[in-house]
């Protein structure tokens, strides 16, 4: 939901003169990414995503970023591809903001993902695992293991506004993923943020990935375990065994999990569901009294952790061992 | 900046059955209007803006705003034209809200007007009171002279919080507006918020007024009036007798001026002043601390104010009588 920096039309009619794709003829700012400022661009060469960086994105990551998606738009993924200007950068500035150009994809979000949705994204899934598989960039995650006791530390005092006893549960959470997080899974580029809001469909289609700045490298079953907690949950808040099986199912038609990773789901998705807990947790305490931006409950995902806990392996997700 | 209703893809595509334009091919939030939440929709027959009509617009104006826009479309004004369902209606009703879709208009908002961009408003203002010169509906300005007084009596006591002695102004400026607002001025269907966030440009040429939702019938010269105060002031504070200059030789290269809206601009430019001192001065005492959204700063209309009570006659605001 964000437009934070203003583009004057001045500005922009000089940004476009770099590149190759006309004059601008609308320009809409639209309520998409939290971290950065995106507009629709009409040009006479048709329309576009333009998107200013704001301060929270690390600039040191955006080439990563840029150079994935140019490289998994090349192996045919449905995701935007960066436009470049002239000078062959895709990488700009405008309006005191690195900024850059990407293609328009069409297609709408799933409000309420079917079970066949759930097997569609499966796929596409795999397939972002697969076609990443030869770039040569990488990126640490800065939202993994490692980090999660950092992000905790500053909660310890007040997770218990949100829930009496949260604080507590997530240090014993914490615990015991310290003793439990699988070693030696494969690893790749991972997409780390693919929620429906974040996959475009037309029809019954994936007709588009997006927002791809939270990817880096890490184990893909963890990409897995975001996917699981985020599209095969009811809006009840129970588990839909029908979801997690058509979701396994659509991954494994691409790409087979190892025996490893099958065993490490259970462990997987708690650190998954965790995860979200913290940084919903950060944004919830974070947001001034009476705004008018409501940040995701950090509950919802302390229920998806609970059901995880009680959970003893990965059948119980859905996965069948062949 | 605004998306306050989300609009599930199943009702979307329940919705836009009931019209001739195709299913959705794409939905995207835009941050426009405030009042209202708003979608760039593409279908199979191109593009639009669907509107969600929010609480704070009273839902028995929004048959006059459609029909407004239909008779002005009609007679050939680059405005919104309303989509019609197969039953005839332009307004219905989508996730609980009333809703509407209309043309998508190309064009881009000046961050910088020019003077030649304020002829082009003048001329563009003045075809609008033409053009609905025989439009047969009508809605009285809620927020017109015997309103103000209304819209000051809570901010009495707290005006000064924002500018010591802003109060006394107030009142002070409301009792000199009293007793010399012009009557008998020629009336009309006015726009009453055309603002450069409301008007779009395609190179030198203006491509569409937009948001009509303040549209209302009152004196033509005053909505002439929130143009000169919204067009005609330069970044740093102070007026632009050539802005104002070429205001009014647009305007009246379609219709002339009479000699009593002449004399009575002074006074109107004042009360449009005020008009917009005090509903800022409402939005800005009602923001939460710390939220994202900074409301417009009212000292600028305060400022703009300020300098009309120091001129003498419609000269001083670029107005050259024959």
């Known amino acids: 939901m964000a437009v934070y920096t203003e583009v004057s039309d001045a500005d922009l009619a000089a940004f476009l003169e770099t590149y190759d794709i006309g004059g601008v003829r609308a320009l809409k700012g639209i309520a998409e990414g939290v971290e950065n400022s995106n507009f629709l661009l009409h040009t006479d060469a048709g329309e576009f995503i333009l998107t200013l960086y704001e ?17 998994l738009a090349e192996r045919g993924l449905n995701c935007p591809r960066p436009v470049r200007a002239r000078s062959g950068a895709s990488l700009g500035h405008l309006s005191g903001r690195p900024a850059a150009i990407v293609t ?40 993994s293991l490692s980090a999660w006791p950092q992000l905790f530390a500053p909660l310890h005092f007040c997770a218990d506004d949100v829930e009496p006893g949260l604080a507590a549960a997530i240090a014993a959470e914490l615990a015991f993923l310290k003793t439990s997080w699988p070693r030696d899974l494969p690893r790749g580029i991972i997409h780390a943020d693919l929620f429906p809001d974040n996959v475009l469909f037309l029809g ?10 939270f990817a880096c490298t890490d184990d893909l079953a963890y990409d897995l375990a975001i996917c699981l907690n985020a599209w095969c949950f009811e809006p009840d808040g129970g588990f839909s065994l029908a979801k997690g099986a058509a979701l396994f199912e659509g991954y494994q038609s691409v790409r087979r999990l190892t025996p490893a990773e099958a065993a490490a789901l259970p462990v997987l998705v708690r650190g998954a569901a965790l995860r979200f807990v913290l940084t919903r947790l950060i944004d919830w305490l974070n947001v001034p009294a009476g705004a008018l931006v409501h940040p995701k409950d950090p509950l919802e995902y302390v229920r998806k952790l609970r059901f995880h806990q009680s959970i003893g392996d990965a ?4 996965f069948r061992p062949e």
């Open 315 to 318: 059948k119980q997700l859905g």
């Open 104 to 143: 328009f994809l069409d297609g709408v979000c799933r409000t309420r993902p079917s079970v066949g949705d759930c097997a569609r994204i499966g796929e596409a899934l795999a397939k972002l695992h697969r076609d990443a598989a030869d770039f040569k960039g990488s990126r640490a995650n800065a939202l």
């Open 204 to 213: 019954e289609e994936v007709s588009g990935l997006i927002d791809f700045y």
């Open 55 to 71: 301060k929270r994105v690390e600039a040191s990551s955006l080439p990563f970023f840029l150079a994935l998606l140019d490289h």
